[in-house]
């Protein structure tokens, strides 16, 4: 795996670097700040994946560096860095395709199962945690039967079909028809419409900043 990762902190730098190495098999990692410096990694070597702080480039030149690596390889996995108070609008994780969004102060544990969720293609936003709420507020019109919720909630896990399918021991074809009953209902037509509405009802929260 080939990495490239755009943080200033010292020490965060280098404990991802680390923690990639212990989870990946790691052909080569690289480093830079200057959008000019990412630019030119980015022609003179192919990545799998990119590691971004916006805060470190700020979000416009963010959106220019995963536009860049995109189009060199729109297979490019990539994930935003964040400090402790750091946030990201969900509209920019659906228009540049994130994979994920870890922060700087999450326990190792919690970095690790991270990383090893993307290494499996399943999207992880730290922001969002699963809600501790008693209740879900769901009306009558998006009622969500159980098996929808069940759906749904690994949906926003980033189960892809084949997973979702083996875990509730159903067919693909049953996954298929409950994610189109789910963007129906829900009047979704993206993943970050989908969050959102996960948000509303009660399936998602947004952590502390």
Sequence with gaps: MRFIISEEHDLIRF???????????????????EKAEVFALLEKYPFDWLFVNPETLKY???????????????????????????????SFLDRYSIL???????????????????????????????????SRRVTPSIYLTQREEEVFSHLIKGFSVAETAESLGVSHKTVENHRHNLRKKLNASSHHELMNEAVKLGYLEYKDR
């Design 60 to 90: 416009g030149t963010a959106g220019e560096v995963i536009e860049k690596a995109h189009k060199k390889d729109s297979e490019i996995n990539v994930v935003i860095l964040l400090g402790k108070h750091g946030y990201v609008d969900p």
């Design 15 to 33: 404990g991802l670097t680390q923690l990639l190495k212990d989870l990946f098999p790691v052909e080569y990692i690289l480093e830079a700040n």
């Design 100 to 134: 994920g969004v870890i922060r700087h102060d999450e326990p190792l544990v919690d970095l690790m199962a991270a990383l090893e969720s993307m290494k499996e293609g399943r999207t992880h936003y730290s922001f969002f945690s699963s809600s501790k709420k008693g």
